[in-house]
Every structure is written in structure tokens, then in C-alpha cells.
């Protein structure tokens, strides 16, 4: 059957159709819909576990019993996931193991801009990059078949455009894998010294066996055209490529990006007069070409940063016809915003109100550090915010102490805050974690996690208690706030700041967007009691502008949270009809 799929869609029936049994990821754009597309098919077990160092290890232990298996992360999410991924290139596998990673260039939706390719390189396993749809369900088909060929985990690497964009798609039927027994094997699983030591020239050898079938593999392929002009590219740039030049140059498309050929290269470059590298981030295939001993262009007519498009590619050769239709007049930037009558506004209007310094982490809350809250002072990495304030406050000492907050989301939390606040008790600084606790994983699109007692599915699962485990760790003091209740927040933010021991806020309030959420009525503006002055609009909702001088609330965005309302020193917001 054909079928228009985006990529990560295609991922997922390539899983299925590879007769993969377990797959365990944790969301993260552009890779989330990977798995959940997965968890739409039967045959396959799915999970979302709380980070990707534990999902790829479920991979591991599924492939260690004999069954296919897969885990799926963000390129950021494959630095968590590195620690097994290294060791799990001198082990191999029994059953084949695919971990699925999705760049984000131009960073749409991350906090570093990284290419994964180097991870491949670096930990000495195969990496595929389809460039369609089509090619991401063959693709990861064939990685298992790679993985079981050569006993190695293949890493099959996306990125937003390929795993967002739509073509055309021929499904097939999945295929019956017989389950490979166990057999106890301390030499290839037991990485202690003495076994590592043996197994490291394994990987080099199998490095040297893929490269001599890289010459070969159908996943590279030569489209010879004019001879005056060769490129060798991959994944998206090569559909750019296909763009601006059809079938009138000569292109070699990789799609076994590590290890990648060099007979099958140097054959190519021998074949056209000019030869030109268009990879997007970094220089991987051109170092390599130069590696080899060819005349190579790349990276001086390209840059290191950010997407490529059809444009780009055009101009770098001077082409001057229009690869794509545009919009005529510039459109209006439109800046992302927390939501209107989002739980973690009024938090982190006290916080800002109180000039309080604050760590910040990853997730939608992120947004706090935009204009007019202006909340946040540092955002690194997940769970970064917790371990930070501890080092924070250890080099600053009580005058950071008494003015310093991290904030953290309940999935973030239990991604990687946890070990975080162990450190915090454990080592005993005065450090106060605020837990935004919205009952889901808002920004990738309301994934549960263990707080919210569901799992991948939405069976009910065993939820964790936050309260009870932060004073598990050793916190004594943990308080529960209504973020909607700015009065509450600021006196019991004052109140932990000025103790001399840990402490935990857990902000808790579910997301605006949830189903079971029910708005209440919307607030309106009474315009003769509106001074102008301005109050409501420090919060920065979206669902409130100034409209003739006065404040003008929207109907059709607003929640009736009542923030705003608590804002007002003169009483001109009100619920019910705009007068």
C-alpha cells in the first residue's frame, strides 16, 4: 500500500515491518512522534522511559535476550545516551539494535546546534541518513539487518526537515524474526578491562569490513549527469541538490555516512572536473574526502551553521532562478510565548518582581526568560538547573543564598534533576528548587512521564509522589503553591530563601492545554475603571494588548486563570462582557 507519511511516521513502519518487539525513547523534537507512532502498532511493546541513557539500555537488555529493539532521542538527548552507546560498540548485539537520533540545524526547537555524525565516528558504529520518507522506512528496516550482519547497534540518523516533511511511502508486511536464544557470554557483555582489551581490535576490524561495504551497499549510490560539476551529499541537502540541479550534474548520495567509502569516492572525483561536498553543520564527508587525497570544495562556499535550502545551494553556484516560491511581503515575526493562563506565568512573574537571580532548565517554561518577565539566567542542559544552583550558591555563599532559585519541570525533573538535588542534600548547600510540576511533558507535545500516572499508552501506571521523594533524598522542607495564587508563591518563596537549609517548591497546577482541563469563564476589562497603567501587561500574556488606551482582553484566548486580575490595583478586570 502507498501512503504519504512524514519521516518519523516512516521510522515507525520501518520498526514494525523489521519485526522489532521493544522500543523505549524519551521525547524530544523532532524525534518524539517516532514512538508515538510506534505505540500505534500492537506487535510492539512502547515506552517512554524517564531519560535516554535508560531508554537506550532497554534496547540493550531487549537485544540481549535475542529481540530487535529500538530508542529514539533528540541529538541532544544521544549525549545521555552516550555512556552505554560507547561501551555498546565493543559488545555488539544478539538481537539488532537501532537507536534512532534526530539533529535539529538551525535549532527550531534545542539549545546547541551538534551533528551527530561525530558520535558515530567517535563511538565506532555504523550510521545510515535516509532523505525521505521512503528511505527512513527502508532504511531502519535494513539497520537491523546491518546490526545483526556486523554485531554492532546502527545508528540511524534524522533531522527535522526529513523527520517533519511528507512524500511517498510503499508499506510492506512485517516480518516474523525468530527470537535468538540467550546463551551467557562473560567475554563479549563483561566490559571489564581484561575483556574490553579483547574486544576493541573486534570493532576496528568491523570498522574495516563496513568500510570495504560501503563501497558496494545500496544505500550509497552514484547519479552520473554532466561531468563538469560532481557533488557528494546526504540526507536533506541532497533533495536541495535535486532541486536546483535535477538530473544536469553529477551527484553521489550517501546514505552510509559512517564509516563512509573511499574507493567508491575516488572513483567519483576521478569521473567530474570540479567535486563539491554539500553537508549541513560540519565538514565530516569533506575532511574525509581530503583524508583521502582529493581536490575538494565544501565548507568554503558553505557554512558550519544553521539549515541549507534550496536558495542557499543556488546562490553558492550563482544560480539565479527561483528554486521555490516565497512570500512577497516579509511576514511578521512571530515569537514563541507561554501559553495564555500557562501555570508557570505567575511563578515566574513574583520571581521576576523580586529580582531573584534564577537557574532555569529545559522545557516550555524556557520562555520565562523572554520579555516583560525577563525571569531566567541560565539555561545549560536538562537537569542543569538543579546540580547548577548548588555550585551557584556554594561559590556565591549566603548573598546567593538568600536570592537565588532553579526552576525545573516534573519531567525534566525525573529526566536528570533528581541526582541534582540528591548532590543538594547530600552535600548541604541552602539551595531553593522550584518544581514545575504541570502533570505532563508540555513542551514536546504532552507526553506522560512517572508524575503523571500513565503511561505511553494512558493506562493508568504507578505515579510518583515528588513530595515523598524529594524528602526520600533528605529535603525536610517541601511546599506545594498554587502558581495561579501570586500572594502564596511570593510569601513562600521569601519564606525558603531565608531558611538555612534545602528546600524544595513543587508549583503545581496542570497544563492549559490538557483535555481534562476546563477553562472557566473569561475575564474582561471594565474600561471606566482602567487607568491605562499598564499592570496587566507585565505578565505577558498573549490573550491581553492595550486597545483605544485601554486594556483589552481576548475572549477566545483567555482562560480565566485570574492572574492578571490580582495585578490590578484599581479592580478593572472583572468576569463577564467587556463594557
Request: aromatic share 6%.
Given at each position: 500500500?502507498?501512503?504519504l507519511?512524514?519521516?518519523?511516521e516512516?521510522?515507525?513502519?520501518?520498526?514494525?515491518?523489521?519485526?522489532?518487539?521493544?522500543?523505549?525513547?524519551?521525547?524530544?523534537?523532532?524525534?518524539?512522534?517516532?514512538?508515538?507512532?510506534?505505540?500505534?502498532?500492537?506487535?510492539?511493546?512502547?515506552?517512554?522511559?524517564?531519560?535516554?541513557?535508560v531508554?537506550?539500555?532497554?534496547?540493550?537488555?531487549?537485544?540481549?535476550?535475542?529481540?530487535?529493539?529500538?530508542?529514539?532521542?533528540?541529538?541532544?538527548?544521544?549525549?545521555?545516551?552516550?555512556d552505554?552507546?560507547?561501551?555498546?560498540?565493543?559488545?555488539?548485539?544478539?538481537?539488532?539494535?537501532?537507536?534512532?537520533?534526530?539533529?535539529?540545524?538551525?535549532?527550531?526547537?534545542?539549545?546547541?546546534?551538534?551533528?551527530?555524525?561525530?558520535?558515530?565516528?567517535?563511538?565506532?558504529?555504523?550510521?545510515?541518513?535516509?532523505?525521505d520518507?521512503?528511505?527512513?522506512?527502508?532504511?531502519?528496516?535494513?539497520a537491523?539487518e546491518?546490526?545483526?550482519?556486523?554485531?554492532?547497534?546502527?545508528?540511524?540518523?534524522?533531522?527535522?526537515?526529513?523527520?517533519?516533511?511528507?512524500?511517498l511511502?510503499?508499506?510492506?508486511?512485517?516480518?516474523?524474526?525468530?527470537?535468538?536464544?540467550?546463551?551467557?557470554?562473560?567475554?563479549?557483555?563483561?566490559?571489564?578491562?581484561?575483556?574490553?582489551?579483547q574486544?576493541?581490535?573486534?570493532?576496528?576490524?568491523r570498522?574495516?569490513e563496513?568500510?570495504?561495504?560501503?563501497?558496494?551497499?545500496?544505500?550509497?549510490?552514484?547519479?552520473?549527469?554532466?561531468?563538469?560539476?560532481?557533488?557528494?551529499?546526504?540526507?536533506?541537502?541532497y533533495?536541495?541538490?535535486k532541486?536546483?540541479?535535477?538530473?544536469?550534474?553529477?551527484?553521489?548520495?550517501?546514505?552510509?555516512?559512517?564509516?563512509?567509502?573511499?574507493?567508491?569516492?575516488e572513483?567519483?572525483?576521478?569521473?567530474?572536473?570540479?567535486?563539491?561536498?554539500?553537508?549541513?553543520?560540519?565538514?565530516?564527508?569533506?575532511?574525509?574526502?581530503?583524508?583521502?587525497?582529493?581536490?575538494?570544495?565544501?565548507?568554503?562556499?558553505?557554512?558550519?551553521?544553521?539549515?541549507?535550502?534550496?536558495?542557499?545551494?543556488?546562490?553558492?553556484?550563482?544560480?539565479?532562478?527561483?528554486?521555490?516560491?516565497?512570500?512577497?511581503?516579509?511576514?511578521?515575526?512571530r515569537?514563541p510565548?507561554?501559553?495564555?493562563?500557562?501555570?508557570?506565568?505567575?511563578?515566574?512573574?513574583?520571581?521576576?518582581?523580586?529580582?531573584?537571580?534564577?537557574?532555569?532548565?529545559?522545557?516550555?517554561?524556557?520562555?520565562?526568560?523572554?520579555?516583560?518577565?525577563?525571569?531566567l539566567?541560565?539555561?545549560?542542559?536538562?537537569?542543569?538547573?538543579?546540580?547548577?544552583?548548588?555550585?551557584?550558591?556554594?561559590?556565591g555563599?549566603?548573598?546567593?543564598e538568600e536570592?537565588?532559585?532553579?526552576?525545573?519541570?516534573d519531567?525534566?525533573?525525573?529526566?536528570?534533576?533528581?541526582?541534582?538535588?540528591?548532590?543538594?542534600?547530600?552535600?548541604?548547600?541552602?539551595?531553593?528548587?522550584?518544581?514545575?510540576d504541570?502533570?505532563?511533558?508540555?513542551?514536546?507535545?504532552?507526553?506522560?512521564?512517572?508524575?503523571?500516572?500513565?503511561?505511553?499508552?494512558g493506562?493508568p501506571?504507578?505515579?510518583?509522589?515528588?513530595?515523598?521523594?524529594?524528602?526520600?533524598?533528605?529535603?525536610?522542607?517541601?511546599?506545594?503553591?498554587d502558581?495561579?495564587?501570586?500572594?502564596?508563591?511570593?510569601?513562600?518563596?521569601?519564606?525558603?530563601?531565608?531558611?538555612?537549609?534545602?528546600?524544595?517548591?513543587?508549583?503545581?497546577?496542570?497544563?492549559?492545554?490538557?483535555?481534562?482541563?476546563?477553562?472557566?469563564?473569561?475575564?474582561?476589562?471594565?474600561?471606566?475603571?482602567?487607568?491605562?497603567?499598564?499592570?496587566?501587561?507585565?505578565?505577558?500574556?498573549?490573550?491581553?494588548?492595550?486597545?483605544?488606551?485601554?486594556?483589552?482582553?481576548?475572549?477566545?484566548?483567555?482562560?480565566?486563570?485570574?492572574?492578571?486580575?490580582?495585578?490590578?490595583?484599581?479592580?478593572?478586570?472583572?468576569r463577564?462582557?467587556?463594557?
Amino acid at each position: 500500500m502507498k501512503k504519504l507519511m512524514i519521516g518519523n511516521e516512516a521510522v515507525a513502519r520501518g520498526l514494525y515491518e523489521a519485526g522489532c518487539e521493544i522500543v523505549s525513547s524519551y521525547p524530544g523534537t523532532p524525534s518524539t512522534e517516532i514512538t508515538e507512532y510506534a505505540a500505534g502498532y500492537e506487535d510492539m511493546y512502547c515506552e517512554w522511559a524517564p531519560n535516554e541513557k535508560v531508554a537506550a539500555e532497554v534496547a540493550f537488555g531487549a537485544s540481549l535476550r535475542g529481540k530487535r529493539s529500538a530508542c529514539a532521542m533528540k541529538h541532544v538527548g544521544l549525549n545521555v545516551a552516550a555512556d552505554p552507546l560507547f561501551t555498546l560498540s565493543y559488545t555488539g548485539v544478539t538481537g539488532g539494535m537501532v537507536v534512532c537520533v534526530a539533529d535539529d540545524p538551525s535549532m527550531h526547537s534545542s539549545q546547541n546546534e551538534q551533528d551527530s555524525r561525530h558520535y558515530a565516528i567517535a563511538a565506532k558504529v555504523p550510521m545510515l541518513e535516509p532523505a525521505d520518507s521512503a528511505e527512513c522506512l527502508e532504511f531502519s528496516k535494513q539497520a537491523f539487518e546491518l546490526s545483526e550482519k556486523f554485531d554492532t547497534p546502527v545508528l540511524l540518523r534524522m533531522c527535522t526537515r526529513i523527520a517533519h516533511s511528507q512524500s511517498l511511502v510503499e508499506t510492506g508486511e512485517r516480518k516474523q524474526v525468530e527470537v535468538k536464544d540467550y546463551v551467557k557470554n562473560s567475554q563479549k557483555y563483561i566490559m571489564v578491562p581484561a575483556f574490553a582489551k579483547q574486544k576493541h581490535p573486534v570493532v576496528e576490524k568491523r570498522m574495516e569490513e563496513l568500510t570495504r561495504f560501503a563501497e558496494s551497499c545500496g544505500f550509497n549510490r552514484v547519479e552520473m549527469g554532466d561531468t563538469k560539476l560532481g557533488i557528494i551529499t546526504s540526507g536533506t541537502c541532497y533533495q536541495y541538490v535535486k532541486e536546483v540541479f535535477g538530473d544536469s550534474v553529477s551527484v553521489l548520495k550517501l546514505g552510509l555516512i559512517n564509516p563512509l567509502p573511499v574507493k567508491l569516492i575516488e572513483d567519483f572525483a576521478q569521473k567530474v572536473d570540479r567535486l563539491v561536498v554539500i553537508e549541513e553543520l560540519d565538514d565530516v564527508i569533506e575532511t574525509h574526502c581530503k583524508k583521502i587525497g582529493l581536490q575538494v570544495e565544501g565548507k568554503s562556499l558553505f557554512s558550519k551553521i544553521g539549515e541549507f535550502s534550496q536558495h542557499i545551494i543556488a546562490e553558492a553556484f550563482g544560480i539565479t532562478r527561483n528554486c521555490a516560491i516565497g512570500c512577497d511581503e516579509a511576514i511578521p515575526m512571530r515569537p514563541p510565548v507561554m501559553c495564555a493562563g500557562c501555570p508557570h506565568r505567575g511563578m515566574f512573574y513574583v520571581l521576576s518582581k523580586n529580582k531573584i537571580t534564577v537557574l532555569g532548565d529545559i522545557g516550555c517554561y524556557t520562555l520565562g526568560s523572554q520579555m516583560p518577565l525577563n525571569a531566567l539566567d541560565s539555561t545549560l542542559c536538562m537537569g542543569a538547573s538543579v546540580s547548577g544552583i548548588h555550585g551557584f550558591n556554594k561559590a556565591g555563599g549566603q548573598e546567593c543564598e538568600e536570592n537565588t532559585v532553579c526552576v525545573i519541570g516534573d519531567s525534566t525533573f525525573i529526566h536528570s534533576g533528581i541526582t541534582g538535588l540528591v548532590n543538594i542534600a547530600y552535600n548541604a548547600s541552602n539551595s531553593t528548587v522550584i518544581i514545575l510540576d504541570n502533570s505532563i511533558t508540555g513542551m514536546t507535545g504532552h507526553q506522560q512521564n512517572p508524575t503523571t500516572g500513565y503511561n505511553l499508552k494512558g493506562d493508568p501506571a504507578s505515579k510518583i509522589d515528588l513530595e515523598t521523594l524529594c524528602r526520600a533524598i533528605g529535603i525536610k522542607r517541601v511546599t506545594v503553591v498554587d502558581p495561579y495564587n501570586l500572594q502564596e508563591c511570593e510569601k513562600v518563596i521569601k519564606e525558603e530563601l531565608a531558611t538555612k537549609e534545602p528546600s524544595v517548591i513543587i508549583s503545581r497546577r496542570p497544563c492549559v492545554l490538557l483535555r481534562h482541563v476546563k477553562p472557566k469563564p473569561a475575564l474582561a476589562v471594565n474600561r471606566d475603571k482602567c487607568k491605562s497603567c499598564k499592570r496587566c501587561m507585565g505578565i505577558g500574556c498573549p490573550a491581553i494588548s492595550m486597545k483605544d488606551k485601554k486594556a483589552h482582553i481576548d475572549v477566545t484566548l483567555c482562560v480565566g486563570c485570574e492572574v492578571c486580575q490580582q495585578l490590578c490595583p484599581f479592580d478593572a478586570i472583572e468576569r463577564g462582557v467587556e463594557n
